[in-house]
């Protein structure tokens, strides 16, 4: 398997963990020694892994449960072997009294760890034109 698609894999994870609204799960993507978050819906930036759940309580509790994140623009760049970047646009199922969806822009610094590929950073924002 490329290093491309091992790292999608991390994403589609971090995805499906979202759409279960599976904290303990969606926390595990950013067990990576100094992650950080810029958050979709959150204008503090997160640098340890207590704001980094911080944030994921009040995030996930507006998530529509049994919709998948849908993928719909992915870039992908190699660092190196053990470190990539995707960037791209994926939208958020959210319950319809916060919206209906959330599309947003993201990007991700993957890392490969010992306990396989980890986020190192991720930064989401919403789309800024409707």
């Not at 595990?28 to 997160?46: G, I, V």
């Not at 646009?89 to 319950?95: M, R």
């Not at 990007?107 to 930064?123: D, M, Q, R, V």
């Amino acid at each position: 398997m490329s290093v491309r698609e091992e790292s999608f894999k991390l994403l589609e994870s971090w995805g499906s963990a979202v759409a279960a609204v599976d904290r303990p799960k969606v926390l595990s993507h950013y067990n990576c020694p100094n992650a950080t978050l810029w958050p979709t819906l959150s204008n503090k930036l997160r640098c340890c892994e207590s704001e980094i759940e911080d944030y994921f309580v009040s995030f996930l509790a507006k998530i529509a449960p049994g919709n998948q994140v849908s993928w719909d623009q992915n870039e992908f760049a190699a660092i190196d072997e053990n470190n990539v970047h995707w960037s791209g646009i994926y939208t958020f199922p959210l319950k319809e009294e916060f919206g209906g969806s959330t599309t947003a822009r993201y990007s991700y610094l993957c890392t490969k760890t010992e306990n396989g590929w980890k986020f190192a950073h991720h930064h989401s924002s919403a789309m800024p034109e409707k």
